[in-house]
Every structure is written in structure tokens, then in C-alpha cells.
């Protein structure tokens, strides 16, 4: 597995680290109740298919990278910076309600 | 049918035609009192207890390929009784107990081998956290023994002793661990459930779970509608894509777990050997292959094969620990998907849907707990409550904070 880091370029796979599911990039606000906390930190959808998760280029240059990439095939659709995305407020809001 | 010596050497006089298939293969009734989803070790085990312990009959299992067909018919075989944790230490304790009884209780030979298993360590301080690890296992009414590097030489000769990047101090001995044929344990759970008329039904996939006010009512599956007043959920990998049919979220991600393979050779590793140091364990099954692993991929994934980067160091590992294996041919590997908890440590418990309950997060550990595992849930669903070896597995404890974190690591989804 490669994944292509969007400073340095593609990489072999052991230079990320694998942090989880990008849902950790949206931290529910500090009075915000147990279960969006519960569902931040532990329930995950897991999908087998499309997921988007958090990598950290470890072993180049330290950025934070959301990968979008497929859990059955290993094939990496997309990344980006997980600095300066857009819609990280908005998507916060969206998954408290789902909760 | 029972099997038996006498038996074996008759059918072979005979040409062996007198053997008959070990189950049957019923078409799916319309309804039954309860469903297990997922024909696995765990799921045919519970099977078997709700059967044989708590008289309960009309059951069906549901398969979605064939039985045994999932990671118990693809793991390393190890059973061990070796946890520090209360809450964890009781359950494996009983697991282990049901090992030593199981070929008796199934007339099935499911290959139990206690033949001893080593956890190295290679510094003064893991050597304390084994030491304690040991008392712990006494206590609880295992067995344990702290081996010296002479120890473990005597045990273990062709380690290499001289390397030093991880030097060898000694060893944790667990002479009751050992390994067992894992697909003879999930015929042998099939056998003795169906011969106490549990219908095992393969090629039947559960599409959807039917839940009417809050109840559970059946499953809707490829096989057509089937009514249950009771649903077991026990798809281990899976967890994640049943429970949302029933609307549910689980504290689960699935990752990948290689091991690997040799070509068969004449016996040369007598115990299972852990390298922890080195995220490497090796047995040698009675095929005569090594069959070894390491640590997890470390990415959530369904693609059952892993990535070359663990391949290499898994064969690092090795070659760092006995190097007398390097001339071994590998014939294959694998991956499978382990259901992992933030904590490492499974779940058996109720959910918010009334009749519907959770056997999952076997992590990378589920083999040896299979007699338990079917033991606890079975007594779940036959009595509403949970058994008392099995009652810290709650699929609510991320929430509540009371958690099992075995290897003392944290309770994130990354860290085990």
C-alpha cells in the first residue's frame, strides 16, 4: 500500500502512522454531552468499503492527512491536508445529530 | 453416530463406507425460538451450550458460507489461560477448563496439545511484570512458572542466546497452554448441536434484522424471512455491518491480522513460543508446518490479505529470535479481520433491542475463548443474565469507563 502524501508526493506506507477514523478530526465541544464523546472516541460505522481516515507522516513531514481510501481493496481514492479542510464545523454539527 | 477407535478400524476394513455426514443440512424453518447469525466457533458453541445447558432447542444457525469457513478455520491455534485482569482471568480460566474436557464432551478430536507455552522477556522490569503476572495466574487456579535464562534454554535450546538486541532473561511458562485443530473444534460445536437438533443452515445470509417496538422479530436473509423471538449476533469481522442493520453503532474496528505458514518438517518446535518484544509467536502443528504471526496491520480493513511491511517483519522477528528457521520455505499466509474494542477485550451483552444480543471484539484473541464464549452467551440469552465469568464484558463500559485493558495501553481504537 502506497499513499500519496499531498507535500512530498506517494509514499511507501510504512512512513504514516495510522491514527483511526477521520470522525477524530471532529472533536465535539468541551460541554457537549457523554454520548457524542462516546460516539467520538469509540462507536464507529467500520465500514467494508469507502472509508476516510486520519494518517500522520510520520517518518516525512509530520503533516496530518485525511485518506479516502476503500477497506476491501486497499486502494487509496483520495488525500488531503486535514489542515485548513473546509466544512469541519459543519460536518461536527452533522454527526451530533445523527447521534 | 459415535466415533470411537474401535470404529476408525473397522470402517478402515471396510473402505471406509460406512461414515455418514456429521450433520445435516436442514432447509430453514419459518420460525424459530432463536437465531444465532454466524456459524463460526463462537456462533456454533453458543449453539451447543444453549442446547446441551439450558434444553433449548429449536435454534437455528445461520451461516453465510460455510460453516467454519471464517477465522476459525484460519488462526494459530493457541489456547492459554495466561490473562492478568480480573474480569478477563476468570472467563479464559473457565475457557481453558472447557479445553481440557472438550474432546470427551464432543467425542470429537479436536487435537487439544498442552504442550506448554513460553512468553519471553528480556529486561529486568518485564521480567517483574511477569513474575506478576505468574502470581496473578496462580491465584486465579492456573499454573505458571518463572523460568531463568537457563530456563528457558533447557525448554528452548535453539533460541539464539547471544543476540542482543533483545537478550533473553527468561521466560513465563504456562505448561497447560498449547494449541488445538482449529476447524475440528467448530465440526466438533456443530456435531454435538446438531445432533441435539439445532438446524445449522450454510449459503444463508442475513440481509436485515426485523425489530417491531423495540423488540427484535426475525431476520429477513438470501434464504427468505425467518421469525426469532431471540437473535444472537456472533459475526466476529463482521460485527459492524450486521449491527447496523439493526440501527446500531459499535466501539469496533476491523483490521487486518496476518500469520504464516510453513512447509511441513519433522518436529522440531515443541511449545508456542511469544517473542513480544518482536510482535512474533510460533507453534509447530502436527502437520509439521511452523505456524507463526506478529501484530496487527495496523489500518482498518476487510481485504483479508495484509501489506508486505508486517511480512518483513514478522520474518525479522523470527530470524532475530531462532534463526534456524531461515532455511524454512513459507507455503502461504493470510489475513484475517479482526473485530477490534479500544481495549482489546470482547463483548457479550445485551443491546438496547429486547432479544437482541452481541458477541463481539474477539480482537486478534477469539480462538481459545470459543468453548467460553459460547458458554457465557448462551447463558445470556437462556437466562437475561450474564454469567458471572463473563459479566465485565459490557458493550457499554467505553462509556461508563470501565474498561479491560489488558495490555495497559490506553482505550483508543489505534492502540491495540
Known amino acids: 500500500m502506497r499513499i500519496t502524501c499531498p507535500l512530498c508526493g506517494e509514499r511507501d506506507r510504512r512512513e504514516f502512522y495510522y491514527y483511526g477514523d477521520a470522525v477524530y478530526a471532529d472533536r465535539p465541544a468541551a460541554d457537549a454531552a457523554p454520548e457524542a464523546w462516546d460516539d467520538y472516541l469509540h462507536l464507529r460505522d467500520n465500514p467494508a468499503g469507502e472509508t476516510r481516515d486520519l494518517w500522520y507522516h510520520e517518518m516525512g513531514c509530520a503533516a496530518w492527512i485525511e485518506v479516502t481510501r476503500n477497506t476491501v481493496t486497499h486502494e487509496i481514492l483520495a488525500t488531503r491536508l486535514v489542515a485548513g479542510r473546509e466544512g469541519k464545523k459543519a460536518a461536527a454539527k452533522g454527526r451530533g445529530k445523527k447521534a | ?416
Open chain 2, 1 to 416: 453416530m459415535r466415533y470411537s477407535g474401535l470404529r476408525v478400524f473397522t470402517e478402515g476394513l471396510f473402505g471406509n463406507k460406512g461414515w455418514k455426514p456429521a450433520w445435516r443440512d436442514p432447509e430453514p424453518k419459518r420460525e424459530y425460538d432463536t437465531i444465532i447469525i454466524g456459524g463460526g466457533g463462537h456462533g456454533l458453541s453458543t449453539a451447543y451450550y444453549l442446547a446441551k445447558n439450558h434444553g433449548l432447542t429449536n435454534i437455528a444457525v445461520l451461516e453465510k458460507g460455510y460453516l467454519g469457513g471464517g477465522n476459525v478455520g484460519r488462526n494459530t491455534t493457541i489456547v492459554r489461560a495466561n490473562y492478568f485482569l480480573p474480569g478477563n482471568q476468570e472467563f479464559y480460566s473457565h475457557s481453558l477448563k472447557l479445553w481440557e474436557g472438550l474432546e470427551a464432551e464432543l467425542n470429537y478430536n479436536v487435537m487439544h496439545s498442552q504442550r506448554g507455552l513460553i512468553n519471553l522477556f528480556h529486561s529486568d522490569g518485564q521480567r517483574d511484570a511477569f513474575a506478576r503476572r505468574g502470581n496473578a495466574m496462580i491465584n486465579q487456579g492456573d499454573d505458571a512458572e518463572l523460568l531463568d535464562r537457563e530456563g528457558v534454554r533447557r525448554h528452548l535450546p535453539y533460541l539464539d542466546f547471544e543476540q542482543t538486541r533483545f537478550p533473553i532473561y527468561g521466560g513465563l511458562l504456562h505448561r497447560r497452554g498449547g494449541t488445538a485443530r482449529h476447524d475440528a473444534v467448530a465440526w466438533g460445536y456443530a456435531r454435538g448441536a446438531d445432533q441435539r437438533g439445532v438446524d445449522l443452515i450454510q449459503n444463508c445470509e442475513v440481509t436485515g434484522i426485523d425489530i417491531k417496538d423495540g423488540r427484535v422479530t426475525g431476520v429477513q436473509t438470501t434464504r427468505g424471512a425467518i421469525k426469532a423471538k431471540k437473535v444472537g449476533i456472533i459475526v466476529a469481522g463482521r460485527s459492524g455491518q450486521v449491527a447496523a442493520m439493526a440501527g446500531m453503532r459499535l466501539p469496533i474496528e476491523s483490521h487486518i491480522l496476518q500469520a504464516f505458514v510453513t512447509e511441513g518438517l519433522k518436529p522440531v518446535i515443541d511449545h508456542v513460543v511469544s517473542f513480544g518484544m518482536g510482535h512474533f509467536y510460533i507453534s509447530q502443528s502436527d502437520k509439521g508446518g511452523l505456524v507463526f504471526g506478529g501484530d496487527l496491520d495496523f489500518y482498518a480493513s476487510y481485504a483479508a490479505r495484509g501489506n508486505l511491511p508486517m511480512v518483513e517483519h514478522v520474518m525479522e522477528a523470527g530470524m532475530t529470535l531462532m534463526p534456524m528457521i531461515g532455511k524454512a520455505k513459507v507455503l502461504r499466509s493470510w489475513g484475517g479481520i479482526m473485530d477490534m474494542t479500544p481495549d482489546g477485550s470482547p463483548i457479550i451483552d445485551k443491546t438496547d433491542v429486547g432479544g437482541l444480543y452481541i458477541d463481539c471484539g474477539w480482537n486478534y484473541g477469539g480462538f481459545k475463548a470459543v468453548p467460553a464464549s459460547g458458554w457465557c452467551m448462551a447463558h445470556l440469552m437462556a437466562t437475561g443474565e450474564s454469567h458471572e465469568v463473563a459479566r465485565r464484558y459490557r458493550l457499554d463500559r467505553f462509556a461508563t469507563g470501565r474498561l479491560l485493558d489488558e495490555e495497559g495501553t490506553g482505550s483508543q481504537h489505534n492502540l491495540h
